[in-house]
Each structure stands twice: as structure tokens, then as C-alpha cells.
């Protein structure tokens, strides 16, 4: 077990005073900070750091000894990936593929020779990237297709003429194929049939949020937001088709291949696979492959279910059920002065999001090793660390533990 040091990542919707002020540094920082990454991606890896002060990526740590890190028999690389995620603005409009599409859709664009950091590229490696986010503060995100009956509801209370057209298209076909057909003609719209159609619903908007029908007022609210942020954008239409969430704290969402989703604002630790694979649906600048998008895109609606971590036996553990491959994710909550075991096997990443806590386990070889986790740090666990305990060092202490999910099975 060794100390990891995330790595900053700076993105223009990131916020300046969240993540510097849940590490402990001077806040507000210099430059917007999105995203803190705990891991082995190769594009911006986390340090480990010895007991001498020598401070190695983990990606190289891997590299140099698979076996020990990962464990005999493994492939060679950390399946999942750890950050800490900070929404001062919305991000864009995206999908991940499955692990099919993404191995097929790699290897096409492998064949068509696109350099791997092209703008234009959707494929960067060949694998899934399913997510977890869990809320550290109020979260609120957009995500999945909603159920099209209420679509019919929430866009027939705009009274915008101009929708009606629209809505007749999903009123007549309320299901899946529905959703389709409404959003790939709104992606696909000239530019200025999207202008003028955004310009009567932004107006539309207004006025509902102005009245006394108050059914779809965070929808609404979060149309007009996304309007003055990303003008002109379809992303904005899309936005009135998708499921609007707000997580309190503790709570999750795990987003598997083909949701549609958009974090719009808060704090929270999000786990994925450990892969760079985005299709973008709009509100950005980016690239947008309608073709793609539209092979990758889940249209089947349904309520997003909040994820509440489930008790594991009768320790302090808690962990979030979802179906990955690649992560199991769990939670421990600590009075001060409290102890518990870790519920981590192989390779594992520990963060501490709030409090404090001493953490420790034993070697292969007999030895035993221990180090202190505040808010923002962070243990990496080699596959031979065993017996991982930990006391808390400050009341409010809480850890998340990623691991395999084969490993804890085990």
C-alpha cells in the first residue's frame, strides 16, 4: 500500500473553490479544477509515492511489474478509474458504447488510420465505460430518456405552436421508436431551423416558469440554463426528452451503455471503466457524430433509479449494486475514533472524502504498512496487500473503496 496523489484535470465548466477547498488547499484556485484522477489512464495518470519521496505514475508502477500490482495471470492494465468530479457548469450532452460497439468501432477507425488523439475520433481504446457517480453534495444531472407520455405533457405546457408539429411525433409513437425519431430530427436540423425553433421554446419557457404550473419547473429552469450557456444548440431540445435528477449526498446513479446523460451541477466521486470512449449528443463545441451517436443511443425510456449503498454484513461498510465488470464500489463511515476493515481485494484504489482516517494492511511477505488519509487522499493497494483496516482519525470520516468486483468475490 502506497500513497496515490490524483492528478488535476482543468476543464472550463470545473469549479475553482470545490475541489480546492475538499483538499485543503487555497480556494478559490487559479484556474477552474473538474476533475481530480485517481488511476492508471494514460492520459493524465496518478503518482505513487514511496516512503522515500520518489514519486512514480502509476500507469509506469504497472508497466514495470503487472504482477505484483495487478496480480499473476492479468491483463496488464487497471480496469477501472477513480475521480473526483466537480460541476460548476453543465457538460456536454453524452453516451458510452458497449464493449462490442466499442471493440468494433475502434478497430474501424483503427482501419481508417485516424491518428488516436484526433478531434475527430470516437474510439480511443476498445473498451466499455460504464460509470457510477455518487453525490457528495445536492447533484443534479440529466439522464436517460424519459418516459414519452409525460414528454407529451411537459412540451404540450410550453404552449410553444411551433412545438406541435414535434409533439404530435411523439404522441403518436410513444415508445422507443418515438424517442428516435423526435431526437435524430432535432440533431439533425439545419442550424437555422434549430435557432428558430430554440428561440419560440426558450420564450416558451419563460413563460411556464413564470406561471402557476410548477409539474416540470426544474426541467424548464434547466432548458433556460443550458439555453444561455450552449445558444443555438439542439443539445437543449434534447434536454426536454431526458430525465432530470437531483442526488443528495450519498446517493448514486450508475450509468451503463447507450444512457444519454449530462451532469449539470455539484461534487461527487464518479468510478468508470478505465477507458476514453464518448459519443457527444450536443452542448459543446466538441465533435458530434449524429451516425455514431445514433447507433450507440439506449431510446428505451425509463425512471432513473438513485443507487443507495446496501449494507455489507454487520461491519461499517456499505456498497453500491450495479452490474459493472470492471469496478465494485463501497463506502465506509466512521465516527471518529472508530475502526473497521476495508473492503478491498487486489488491486484497489481507497479515497477519503471527508474526516480523516489512519489506514493499514500486511504484505505477502509478512510486513505491514500504514499511512494517513485526509479529504482528497488516497491509497493505491497492490494485489498482494491483504487485511486493509482502518481507524478514523476525525469524526464525519469517510472512505470509498474500488476494487474489482472478480476480487471481492473471491
Given at each position: 500500500m502506497r500513497r496515490l496523489q490524483g492528478a488535476v484535470r482543468?476543464?472550463?465548466?470545473?469549479?475553482?473553490?470545490?475541489?480546492?477547498?475538499?483538499?485543503?488547499?487555497?480556494?478559490?484556485?487559479?484556474?477552474?479544477?473538474?476533475?481530480?484522477?485517481?488511476?492508471?489512464?494514460?492520459?493524465?495518470p496518478a503518482m505513487v509515492l514511496d516512503d522515500d519521496g520518489a514519486a512514480r505514475s502509476l500507469l509506469t508502477v504497472i508497466h514495470d511489474d503487472p504482477e505484483t500490482e495487478l496480480g499473476p495471470g492479468k491483463p496488464p492494465r487497471l480496469p477501472f478509474l477513480v475521480k473526483l468530479l466537480a460541476a460548476d457548469e453543465p457538460l456536454s450532452l453524452q453516451a458510452h458504447p458497449s464493449r462490442q460497439q466499442a471493440r468494433e468501432g475502434f478497430a474501424r477507425e483503427n482501419l481508417a488510420r485516424l491518428p488516436i488523439d484526433s478531434p475527430i475520433r470516437n474510439y480511443r481504446d476498445d473498451n466499455p465505460k460504464p460509470e457510477l457517480i455518487v453525490a457528495l453534495e445536492p447533484f443534479d444531472a440529466l439522464t436517460g430518456f424519459r418516459d414519452p407520455h409525460r414528454t407529451v405533457e411537459?412540451?404540450?405546457?410550453?404552449?410553444?405552436?411551433?412545438?406541435?408539429?414535434?409533439?404530435?411525433?411523439?404522441?403518436?409513437?410513444?415508445d422507443a421508436s418515438g424517442l428516435r425519431a423526435l431526437f435524430t430530427t432535432w440533431i439533425t436540423l439545419p442550424q437555422p431551423a434549430v435557432s428558430a425553433l430554440l428561440e419560440h421554446v426558450l420564450a416558451g419557457c419563460m413563460r411556464y416558469v413564470s406561471g402557476t404550473d410548477r409539474r416540470f419547473v426544474a426541467e424548464v429552469r434547466t432548458a433556460l440554463e443550458l439555453g444561455e450557456t450552449y445558444p443555438e444548440d439542439a443539445g437543449v431540445l434534447a434536454s426536454l426528452l431526458l430525465n432530470r435528477v437531483r442526488l443528495q449526498p450519498g446517493e448514486a446513479l450508475y450509468l451503463d451503455a447507450g444512457n444519454l446523460h449530462a451532469y449539470l451541477h455539484g461534487l461527487g466521486v464518479e468510478v468508470m471503466a478505465n477507458s476514453d470512449n464518448v459519443l457527444r449528443g450536443g452542448l459543446t463545441p466538441k465533435h458530434v457524430d449524429v451516425p455514431e451517436l445514433l447507433r450507440v443511443l439506449d431510446f428505451r425510456p425509463a425512471d432513473m433509479p438513485v443507487l443507495l449503498p446496501e449494507r455489507i454484513g454487520d461491519g461499517e461498510a456499505t456498497r453500491y449494486r450495479t452490474p459493472a465488470r470492471e469496478f465494485a464500489v463501497s463506502r465506509v463511515e466512521l465516527g471518529?475514533?472508530?475502526?473497521?476493515?476495508?473492503?478491498?481485494?487486489?488491486?484497489?484504489?481507497v479515497l477519503c472524502t471527508s474526516g480523516a482516517a489512519s489506514v493499514s494492511c500486511s504484505h505477502a511477505d509478512g510486513g505491514a504498512v500504514s499511512l494517513t488519509l485526509e479529504p482528497g487522499a488516497a491509497a493505491w493497494f497492490s494485489a498482494g496487500d491483504r487485511d486493509a483496516r482502518t481507524k478514523a482519525t476525525a469524526a464525519g470520516t469517510v472512505l470509498f473503496c474500488v476494487s474489482e468486483p472478480a476480487e471481492l468475490e473471491r
Open positions: 482543468t476543464y472550463a465548466w470545473g469549479s475553482r473553490t470545490a475541489l480546492a477547498q475538499l483538499c485543503g488547499r487555497p480556494s478559490p484556485s487559479a484556474h477552474p479544477e473538474a476533475e481530480l484522477w485517481f488511476g492508471a489512464h494514460p492520459a493524465d411537459l412540451l404540450r405546457a410550453l404552449d410553444v405552436p411551433a412545438l406541435d408539429s414535434y409533439v404530435d411525433m411523439i404522441a403518436g409513437q410513444p471518529e475514533a472508530d475502526s473497521a476493515g476495508l473492503p478491498v481485494a487486489g488491486p484497489s484504489i
